[in-house]
């Protein structure tokens, strides 16, 4: 579980900084600055859905034990 969970923290943080890259590197295109924005925003969206479902997974197994 803990290996899971920072494979999808690396993977979260690895999208972020290369959508970043993408947007620094846009040249003020309003499509790629758009699109790289977007990913960013999937990839924490992602990460919280993510650490959300752990969290409540774990919340359930501990009130069912």
């Not at 969970?5 to 590197?25: D, E, P, Q």
């Not at 990913?39 to 069912?64: E, P, R």
Request: hydrophobic letters at 55%; charged letters at 10%; glycine letters at 10%.
């Amino acid at each position: 579980s803990t290996a899971v969970g920072l494979f999808k923290s690396v993977v979260a943080l690895l999208m972020i900084v290369i959508n970043g890259f993408r947007y620094i590197t846009a040249n003020g295109e309003p499509q790629k600055m758009a699109e790289a924005r977007q990913g960013i925003l999937y990839a924490a969206i992602g990460l919280i859905v993510s650490v959300s479902a752990v969290a409540i997974v774990t919340f359930a197994i501990q009130g069912v034990s």
